[in-house]
């Protein structure tokens, strides 16, 4: 089955700065590639996702990229602000958005 | 719009009980996934119902089980309680129109203790 893995673990930079986060998937029929957020005692709430028929997708200070080759996507944060400080989930599936495949978060910490 | 909303918030239960988990999806979405989250962990895929039936399941046993109402909201039952079995269990809702999925919306789960 599909197996996700991610990394760092924990990430910590400083305001303004941008951060990377990296995830690699197995499953080569996986083509739903979302990131989510969670803050502490939160619900996971969905950032931004892509498709595997795109490479690269952005929204304002957020942006993936895929490289279906390599079989990995990473989440990029520009300009970071204190309160994109959470817990980063990657995931991939594939099923559309079914039956999602998390990896195991990286916690970001931005330092004012 | 009304989001996915979750009963109860918190629960505590002792070992070989049974729980039910309740979920009220998204409007305009007619389907319901559960996952676990324990810990430290990312969410765990249980289940997924889809016209009231299960569509697809992860790697829990038998008596891990749901149902969906014609409502769509949707039911999380678990018998025989572990003490592994403490998490968070989220419940997500998404349309599913032909083959196209809509991107997965959570609530904001039910924390269950087993002591």
């Known amino acids: 089955g599909e197996n996700v893995e991610q990394h760092p673990s924990t990430l910590s930079v400083q305001e303004g700065d941008s951060a990377v986060i990296k995830c690699t998937y197995s499953?080569?029929?996986?083509?739903?590639f979302p990131w989510y957020k969670q803050e502490l005692g939160k619900r996971p709430q969905l950032i931004i996702d892509?498709?595997?028929?795109?490479g690269e997708k952005k929204d304002q200070r957020i942006a993936v990229t895929l490289n279906k080759t390599a079989k990995h996507f990473s989440l990029h944060i520009t300009e970071t602000q204190p309160e994109d400080s959470a817990v980063y989930f990657c995931?991939?599936?594939?099923?559309?958005?079914?039956?999602?495949?998390f990896g195991q978060g990286t916690r970001l910490t931005i330092n004012p | 719009e009304t989001g996915v909303t979750q009963s109860p918030t918190h629960l505590i239960k002792t070992r070989g009980q049974q729980v039910t988990l309740r979920c009220s999806s998204q409007?305009?979405?007619?389907?319901v996934s559960w996952y676990q989250q324990a810990l430290g962990q990312g969410p765990q895929f249980i289940f997924q119902?889809?016209?009231?039936?299960?569509?697809g399941r992860g790697n829990f046993p038998p008596r891990f089980s749901g149902l969906q109402f014609p409502n769509y909201s949707s039911e999380l039952n678990v018998n025989a309680l572990e003490l592994d079995d403490s998490a968070l269990y989220l419940c997500?809702?998404?349309?599913?129109?032909?083959?196209?999925?809509?991107?997965?919306?959570f609530g904001n789960g039910t924390r269950l203790t087993v002591t």
């Open positions: 119902y889809y016209r009231e039936e299960e569509n």
């Open positions: 997500a809702s998404s349309s599913r129109q032909g083959s196209y999925n809509s991107p997965l919306h």
């Open positions: 499953d080569s029929a996986s083509n739903y």
């Open positions: 892509i498709r595997s028929n795109v």
């Open positions: 995931a991939a599936s594939s099923q559309g958005a079914q039956k999602l495949v």
């Open positions: 409007s305009g979405h007619n389907t």
